[in-house]
Nanobody, 127 residues
């Protein structure tokens, strides 16, 4: 059974840095894309970024490009979201998700594409 557990959330001030971790277990993830999403109260779940487990190639939502970095450590089965220069609008619950590649390419920005989800970790950024 695949399990994803996020950690590293908390309170930060604008301009601070914070790194979230997603510990993945239960499978070999060589054929997976790992995604990060966030959801603020009253808003839809929003794509933050994703990474191919095998290649390490990331992609990002425009609003975080240049500030956030996604990486994975295959030996530790862990995916990271490094967040720099945090802004109050980054405040949200952050979720880790995993998508197993199939025969056709999918849009990794879409939440429904993902097969597994963590329970989320809260990030709160004050001005």
């Amino acid at each position: 059974q695949v399990q994803l557990v996020e950690s590293g959330g908390g309170l930060a001030q604008a301009g601070d840095s914070l790194t979230l971790s997603c510990a993945a277990s239960g499978r070999t993830f060589d054929n997976f894309a790992m995604g990060w999403f966030r959801q603020a109260p009253g808003k839809e779940r929003e794509f933050v970024g994703a990474i191919s487990w095998s290649s390490g190639t990331p992609m990002y939502e425009d609003s975080v490009k240049g500030r956030f970095t996604i990486a994975r450590d295959s030996a530790k089965n862990t995916v990271y979201l490094q967040m720099n220069n945090l802004k109050p609008e980054d405040t949200a619950v952050y979720y880790c998700a995993a998508h197993e590649y199939g025969s056709s390419r999918r849009d990794l920005r879409v939440p429904s594409v993902y097969d597994y989800w963590g329970k989320g970790t809260q990030v709160t950024v004050s001005s």
